[in-house]
């Protein structure tokens, strides 16, 4: 217990406050070979990256970092068995229920990213009561990627671009990177510095693809269910040693 306390105070001190990446996302990633290498069912996984969900937004936010965007179900995850589904939105209401008193107290403000429409009645009424709730917070912006795709999310953005111009909102002139920024869902938010993805698989699954641009990636093998505050902390400082150069040749 002591030790465990001494190892995660010795990763924060090796963390440059200066340097901290202002927005992080996470695939989270590896629940279903957690239960397994434990001969567990998948959903004991699930559960317990619940816990972990529970403990990195509030690690993020204490670090002072204000935004996190995380990986909950892709438009491809409708392909699993409906018991999984139906076990994974069980979790999600069962998570809204019991955290959203203390994410609000903690001025945390939850946005979904995906389209709500094709979530069942009660999680979809959950999310909207959590999303309302906590609309006018300030300190951490929570992403909830909720039946996201990459592209899902791009071609709804290109079709809304499109009824701007036909509706002489917008001039086809002023479509520039910036401008198409905001019709994604993270509109007024910073592109993620950080991508981190547990679980050992080194790819994106259809995550954040036009954010995504210039972020550095930190693959770890944990599986989600072990990411606890120090893979976290190792996952920044790996950050901070990187050198970003953006297409330049660094100073
Ligand atoms: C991530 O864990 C959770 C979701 C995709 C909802 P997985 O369920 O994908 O776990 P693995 O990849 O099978 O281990
Ligand atoms: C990505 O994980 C989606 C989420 C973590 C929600 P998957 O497990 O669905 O990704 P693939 O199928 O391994 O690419
Ligand atoms: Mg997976």
Redesign the pocket.
């Known amino acids: 217990m002591d030790t465990n306390a001494n190892n995660i105070d010795a990763l924060l001190n090796k963390i440059n406050l200066d340097n901290l990446p202002r927005h992080i996302a996470i695939?989270?990633?590896?629940n279903?070979r957690w239960a397994k290498k434990r001969f567990l069912p998948r959903t004991a996984g699930h559960k317990e990256g619940v816990e972990r969900v529970k403990e990195i937004v509030e690690a993020v936010g204490n670090i002072g970092i204000p935004y996190l965007t995380l990986?909950?179900?892709?438009t491809?995850?409708w392909g699993r068995p409906k018991e999984e589904i139906d076990a994974l939105m069980k979790l999600l209401v069962e998570y809204l229920r019991k955290e959203l008193n203390t994410l609000h107290k903690n001025n945390v403000k939850i946005n979904i990213l995906g389209d709500l429409e094709r979530l069942p009645d009660l999680p979809k009424r959950e999310v909207y009561k959590a999303v309302e709730t906590t609309k006018n917070n300030i300190k951490m912006q929570l992403n909830i990627?909720l039946n996201?795709g990459g592209r899902y999310e791009i071609i709804n953005g290109i079709k809304s671009l499109i009824l701007d111009v036909q509706n002489n909102r917008i001039k086809l002139d002023d479509i520039d990177e910036e401008l198409f920024k905001n019709y994604l869902f993270t509109k007024d938010q910073p592109d993620p510095d950080l991508l981190i993805r547990p679980?050992g698989?080194k790819?994106i699954?259809?995550?954040l693809l036009y954010q995504i641009a210039y972020t550095e990636f930190v693959f770890t093998d944990v599986y989600?269910p072990d990411f606890t505050t120090e893979e976290l902390y190792k996952s920044i400082i790996e950050y901070q040693s990187r050198k970003r150069r953006f297409g330049g040749i660094g100073e």
């Open positions: 695939i989270m990633d590896g279903g990986y909950a179900f892709s491809e995850n990627a996201y679980s698989e790819r699954s259809n995550f989600w």
